[in-house]
């Protein structure tokens, strides 16, 4: 939200309220569940690394293992080709490697 307070407040604001405070809040899926979705969604996209960093980070926070989080993107292989599982591997692989040294 920072980096965009300068430029875009209200559109930092509402990062935060519509996915975390209208859907993230909603019954029917654990975050677990919501976590596994929200990975495998950013991998097809291809382009969005900084935001699937954050979302693998968090997956790992509500229990999702490095096995399960590798296992959803090399999924993704399956719909949205190589190149962007390669990138969501190589993303989760950053994450992984700032989890063990920090």
């Known amino acids: 939200m920072a980096a965009l307070a300068d430029i875009a407040p209200d559109f930092a604001r509402y990062l935060i309220e519509f996915p975390f405070g209208d859907i993230y ?7 677990r569940s919501r976590e596994i979705a929200t990975i495998a969604a950013l991998t097809t996209l291809g382009n969005a690394a900084p935001q699937l960093k954050v979302h693998i980070a968090a997956g790992l926070n509500v229990g999702l293992s490095r096995d399960e ?15 962007a599982a390669l990138n969501g591997l190589f993303a989760a692989k950053e994450v992984f490697a700032a989890r063990a040294t920090a």
């Open 69 to 83: 989080i590798v296992e959803t993107i090399m999924q993704m292989a399956v719909y949205a080709g190589f190149p």
């Open 25 to 31: 809040s909603r019954p029917g899926l654990d975050l």
